[in-house]
């Protein structure tokens, strides 16, 4: 049976501050926590690579990603016609 936490996005948001702006360590944020300082380090990634939609939540794609997706929806439908 899986036990995952399941965290906000703000929450997200908070940690990596906590790393990136008051430099704690991503191992001693991930035991406070209790997840895996893997965790950690790839919402850290996440959010410099995506800054605010770094985190857009289960199922949902990033603002970027959606208008990519429409776009080649749109693409693919007026090559059909």
Same mark, same amino acid.
């Given at each position: 049976?899986?036990?995952?936490? !399941?965290?906000?996005?703000?929450? $997200? !948001? ?10 704690? $360590?991503?191992?001693?944020?991930? $035991? ?36 990519? $997706? ?12």
């Amino acid at each position: 049976m899986s036990n995952k936490n !399941k965290f906000t996005e703000d929450y $997200k !948001k908070e940690i990596v501050k906590l790393v990136t702006e008051l430099g704690k $360590k991503p191992t001693d944020v991930a $035991k406070d926590i209790g997840v895996t300082p893997t965790s950690i380090r790839r919402w850290v990634k996440q959010y410099s690579l995506h800054g605010e939609d770094a985190f857009p939540g289960k199922g949902k794609l990033r603002p970027a990603d959606a208008e990519q $997706k429409r776009l080649e929806k749109e693409n693919k439908d007026l090559k059909e016609e």
